[in-house]
């Protein structure tokens, strides 16, 4: 019987690495001939695991996490025509058909037919269609041939695996962000968030040409993260407003385009910023935003919040200043990242040296056993992305 461990949530605060069922070529009572099974490479821990982690979100005790996935197919569906047993492939977050409306046209983190809930799926994560996720070691891929990224040469996949690991999720997702706010040659950018997604986006927006990209957070050693690779930071405790720092920067209180890379879990900025608020990226990101700029809004928002501190924060009900951004004619692009938009042409960048996403973001690869803990650190605020190694095949 082979066998299979996986980090599991068991309560707000507590993971643990537990014996799971090894993975079957199985949809409920039928048999999934169009998936794969994936011995896992790497996979990532991310902030949206950390929002159930926390208990902020409706996820149920037991449910095994993980979205972010790389691996090595061991196992091919008679159906399976394109990925053969040995590839090695990268797995959008989003689970996709292939054959609805949406995925027809692109929109495949909105997927039709994968979750019987509502619109999109992804591994491993709460009311997203039940799906096992991967952060373990073995884990089921349906609808192969249409979802998996394969890498041309596995030898050279695997020396660069620390930055193609984040093709499955925070790397595009960054990147989105950023083509949605509009950023283009010569842009001036706030990104709201020096976490993970936040430093993506900034790695993209620099990748897209901007000229500026001026990053905030609270955390020392994220803004420090930023500086790193060329961005202008602010540090929001400051008491100083926001537009004041941004026109300290750049001589005046507005950029083109704003990117909220935070979500729901917001803190208020200066004497505020012990507090929850969750419409404060939001709502400053309408303030700076030049009139007729965009911004993107990959950050996390949902729809049942079981830890807000209001009733109406708890459905997802915000108190957004949204007339502002009405009158100063503001575009909103949300919602998840469709990876397969941009994940093939991210991984030439990356294969070609146009980007070194691990170093920006601070890859930091850990074992299966380790990842109770980096769930803790990451808790807590490092500046680092934590990249789980189940199999011990990641070179040093």
Not at 174 to 186: E, F, L
Request: net charge negative; hydrophobic share 40%.
């Amino acid at each position: 019987m082979c066998q299979n461990r996986g980090v599991a949530y068991i309560e707000p605060g507590v993971v643990e690495v537990q014996s799971i069922e090894y993975p079957k070529l199985a949809l409920g009572n039928r048999k999934c001939h169009h998936g794969v099974i994936l011995q896992i490479v790497s996979t990532n821990i991310c902030g949206s695991d950390q929002h159930m982690v926390r208990g902020r979100t409706t996820a149920p005790a037991g449910l095994v996490l993980g979205h972010e996935i790389t691996g090595l197919v061991i196992e091919a569906g008679s159906d399976v025509e394109f990925i053969k047993e040995g590839d090695l492939v990268s797995v959008p977050f989003n689970i996709a058909c292939g054959r609805c409306r949406n995925c027809k046209v692109g929109q495949t983190g909105i997927c039709l037919n994968v979750n019987p809930g509502r619109a999109g799926a992804a591994y491993g994560y709460v009311d997203m269609g039940g799906w096992v996720g991967g952060q373990a070691e073995y884990v089921m891929v349906p609808y192969a041939d249409f979802n998996l990224l394969k890498f041309p040469d596995k030898d050279q996949a695997m020396a660069k695996i620390r930055d193609l690991t984040l093709l499955s999720d925070i790397f595009p997702t960054g990147y989105h962000g950023a083509v949605t706010a509009g950023v283009g040659p010569g842009s001036i950018v706030y990104v709201a968030g020096a976490g993970p997604v936040g430093l993506a986006c900034a790695v993209s927006c620099h990748l897209l040409g901007a000229a500026v990209v001026i990053v905030g957070d609270m955390i020392p050693e994220r803004l420090e993260q930023a500086k790193s690779f060329g961005c202008e930071v602010i540090d929001l405790r400051k008491d100083a407003s926001l537009a004041d720092q941004i026109a300290e920067i750049i001589g005046v209180p507005e950029v083109d385009s704003a990117v909220d890379c935070v979500g729901f879990e917001a803190h208020g900025h200066g004497s505020e910023s012990g507090t929850e608020q969750p419409a404060t990226v939001l709502n400053a990101a309408m303030t700076i935003t030049r009139a007729g700029g965009a911004i993107g809004i990959p950050g996390l928002y949902v729809t049942g919040d079981p830890g807000a501190s209001t009733e109406a924060a708890k459905k997802g009900n915000l108190n957004i200043r949204f007339g502002l951004g009405w009158a100063k004619s503001h575009s909103f692009y949300t919602g998840q990242c469709p990876v397969m938009k941009y994940h093939r042409q991210l991984m030439n960048a990356i294969l070609y040296d146009k980007v070194q996403i691990a170093k920006a973001v601070n890859v930091e690869v850990i074992s299966l056993d380790k990842a109770p803990k980096g769930y803790q650190d990451f808790d807590k605020g490092a500046a680092k992305k934590f990249v789980i190694d189940p199999h011990g095949l990641i070179p040093n």
